[in-house]
T-cell receptor, first 109, second 117 residues
Framework: GQNIDQPTEMTATEGAIVQINCTYQ??????LFWYQQHAGEAPTFLSY????GLEEKGRFSSFLSRSKGYSYLLLKELQMKDSASYLC??????????FGKGTRLSVIA | DSGVTQTPKHLITATGQRVTLRCSPR?????VYWYQQSLDQGLQFLIQ???????AKGNILERFSAQQFPDLHSELNLSSLELGDSALYFC????????????????FGAGSRLTVL
């Protein structure tokens, strides 16, 4: 089976750094994806990790530890527009992406 | 504009009715996926097509069906609608199916919001 866990909600201050965690238990693993979804809009791709370690993309970084079934998304220099849901998803290779329920991030002034 | 086109954007209908949602994938993408997103629920995978053939099936109800046509556009048919079917229905596309993660980055359409009254 597939099980992906993320915190339901987080709040952070504009300009700060926030880390959104994701743990997963899946029957196979070929990669972990992060998507951003603003309310009522389409999810948009942020990053994916296949190997252990940190992938950096501007203000966003994603980390993966396959042995621990753990990933996090790090958002730096938070802006108000970063208020959105962040979805962790696992690709097992033979089945389509399985998504967690998402973490709703609120950025406050 | 993601390149994935979904119509209609909004749909209001009554219980017991039938609707069809349409999706045109991004140019060059052969795989089409349908996901359902209800309030407080994550994205639930319904079904995937690759180059015209059904590739994977998720938690899709028997009242729902889909197909992918030779021009690669796809339709999701929802029948005998119930109040609980009210949700956002997303279509996504990717270059391939299986294989490397990079080829399986999903690009989502803007969604079709279905309200069943």
């Amino acid at each position: 089976g597939q099980n992906i866990d993320q915190p339901t909600e987080m709040t952070a201050t504009e300009g700060a750094i926030v880390q959104i965690n994701c743990t997963y238990q899946t029957s196979g693993f070929n990669g972990l994806f992060w998507y951003q979804q603003h309310a009522g809009e389409a999810p948009t791709f942020l990053s994916y990790n296949v190997l252990d370690g940190l992938e950096e993309k501007g203000r966003f970084s994603s980390f993966l530890s396959r042995s621990k079934g753990y990933s996090y998304l790090l958002l730096k220099e938070l802006q108000m527009k970063d208020s959105a849901s962040y979805l962790c998803a696992v690709f097992s290779g033979n089945t389509p992406l399985v998504f967690g329920k998402g973490t709703r991030l609120s950025v406050i002034a | 504009d993601s390149g994935v086109t979904q119509t209609p954007k909004h749909l209001i209908t009554a219980t017991g009715q039938r609707v069809t949602l349409r999706c045109s994938p991004r140019s060059g993408d052969l795989s089409v996926y349908w996901y359902q997103q209800s309030l407080d629920q994550g994205l639930q995978f319904l079904i995937q097509y690759y180059n015209g053939e059904e590739r994977a099936k998720g938690n899709i109800l028997e009242r729902f069906s889909a197909q992918q046509f030779p021009d690669l556009h796809s339709e999701l048919n929802l029948s005998s609608l119930e109040l609980g079917d009210s949700a956002l229905y997303f279509c996504a596309s990717s270059v391939s199916s299986g294989g490397s993660s990079g080829a399986n980055v999903l690009t989502f359409g803007a969604g079709s919001r279905l309200t069943v009254l």
